[in-house]
């Protein structure tokens, strides 16, 4: 007898959650492991500071790289594909990292878990949201972006929890892919569905509208932001335990970063909706560039623990306005958009930890790093004042 029952259509919450820990695993596994385990990585291995920027920038590259592809694949099942594609892949990236001590191995793995980093954060959220849009209901970038701070907490706690248990690095690395199944089985099983042909034909026919201004000026801005979040996203933990009195202190400060992360999506939604998008990305912005600075002005614990906090509710609180200032203004296709904004992010993320792993190799300091990554985010508020209030 045929069977003719048919999958159970899956629910909101189901669709939400699956995208969270879609991020999870390919921004806090593929991307984010490697700052929490970068100091057993450097002192077993001899990895120096120029060289974890050097890999760190490679890892950025990847997620340009996946930047770019978002931004002109137009076909929502393509778009799907690369999604599942990069789910499993993020896991992949993480364990081969464990294999080798071969530098050219280590920078093909970091490369392609920037590629996974792109397909969770500018796929995974536009299949997401475009779901959630012809389901009647209202897209929550908020919820969805919980899985960035969650990523950080998983990454900070879990690298932290294996190390008590392994002491060489090559075992941490692969306790941490082991770790990432959890996350993988309802990211893979909750997938938002693709589109019937006709829906995914009409949408990729509507081409996003935002002026060649506007967009510009946003993109300057958002590169300033990718660079103040590059520096801390690479480099906090090993910052962290290069004090003396705040040796052991490196991955409670990263977990904090997370911690901070997660309910300061909903905080800052509340303060756009109150004073506008421009003035609440300007106070991000101020707060973020404090938060930055925080360490390089006292090697005290509050210090590192309050820039941490900082940082953290601050970072997130810049991409998801961003994201979805840009998204509001290409509602039929809100992933390109995004992705082609994310360009001028991920360019930062990739030249600013060169530039800091090489001055804190020629200095044995990252108070250069972080002085120059201030006067970066001045910058860009500069810019996102000048921000053109229409749209033409």
């Given at each position: 007898m045929q069977n003719t029952q048919t999958p159970r259509p899956l629910k909101p919450w189901q669709v939400m959650l699956g995208g969270i820990f879609g991020l999870v695993l390919s921004i806090g596994m593929a991307r984010?492991?490697?700052?929490?385990?970068?100091?057993?990585?450097?002192?077993q291995t001899g990895l120096s500071d120029a060289g974890a920027g050097g890999l760190a920038a490679i890892n950025y590259a990847g997620y340009i790289s996946g930047a770019l592809a978002a931004a002109w694949i137009d076909d929502v099942r393509w778009r799907h594909r690369l999604y599942s594609m990069g789910l499993w892949l993020s896991l992949l990236t993480v364990a081969a990292m464990a294999m080798s001590t071969w530098m050219p191995s280590w920078v093909l793995?970091?490369?392609?878990?920037?590629?996974?980093?792109?397909?969770?954060?500018?796929?995974?959220?536009?299949?997401?949201?475009?779901?959630?849009?012809?389901?009647?209901?209202?897209?929550?970038?908020?919820?969805?972006?919980?899985?960035?701070?969650?990523?950080?907490?998983?990454?900070?706690?879990?690298?932290?929890?294996?190390?008590?248990?392994?002491?060489?690095?090559s075992?941490?690395?692969?306790?941490?892919?082991?770790?990432?199944?959890?996350?993988?089985?309802?990211?893979?099983?909750?997938?938002?569905?693709?589109?019937?042909?006709?829906?995914?034909?009409?949408?990729?026919?509507?081409?996003?509208?935002?002026?060649?201004?506007?967009?510009?000026?946003?993109?300057?801005?958002?590169f300033a932001a990718g660079w103040g979040f590059v520096i801390n996203a690479t480099f906090t933990v090993a910052m962290v335990e290069r004090e003396p009195a705040l040796a052991?202190?490196?991955?409670?400060?990263?977990?904090?970063?997370?911690?901070?992360a997660m309910p300061a999506v909903f905080l800052w939604d509340k303060v756009a909706r109150r004073f506008g998008d421009t003035r609440a990305l300007l106070l991000a912005?101020?707060?973020?560039?404090?938060?930055?600075?925080?360490?390089?002005?006292?090697?005290?614990?509050?210090?590192?623990?309050?820039?941490?906090?900082?940082?953290?509710a601050t970072f997130i609180g810049i991409v998801s306005m961003t994201l979805a200032l840009v998204g509001r203004r290409a509602p039929q296709n809100p992933g390109k958009a995004m992705a082609r904004l994310t360009l001028s992010y991920g360019a930062a993320q990739v030249v600013a930890p060169v530039v800091a792993g090489a001055m804190a190799q020629a200095t044995g300091t990252f108070k250069g790093a972080i002085w120059l990554t201030a006067a970066v985010m001045a910058a860009g508020m500069a810019l996102l004042?000048?921000?053109?209030k229409d749209q033409d």
């Open positions: 984010f492991a490697f700052t929490p385990l970068l100091p057993a990585l450097q002192l793995w970091r490369y392609l878990g920037g590629l996974c980093g792109a397909t969770g954060m500018l796929l995974g959220a536009g299949l997401v949201l475009g779901w959630l849009m012809r389901q009647g209901r209202r897209p929550e970038l908020g919820v969805l972006f919980i899985g960035l701070g969650l990523g950080i907490v998983v990454s900070a706690l879990g690298a932290w929890g294996v190390s008590r248990i392994w002491s060489l690095w075992d941490q690395w692969l306790a941490m892919a082991a770790v990432g199944l959890v996350f993988f089985v309802p990211a893979w099983l909750w997938r938002p569905p693709v589109p019937p042909a006709a829906l995914a034909a009409n949408a990729a026919q509507v081409a996003p509208k935002v002026s060649r201004r506007w967009m510009l000026t946003m993109a300057g801005s958002y052991g202190q490196g991955a409670l400060a990263w977990a904090l970063v997370g911690l901070a912005f101020g707060l973020q560039t404090v938060s930055i600075v925080l360490p390089a002005v006292s090697a005290s614990l509050f210090a590192a623990l309050a820039g941490a906090v900082g940082y953290g004042a000048t921000l053109p």
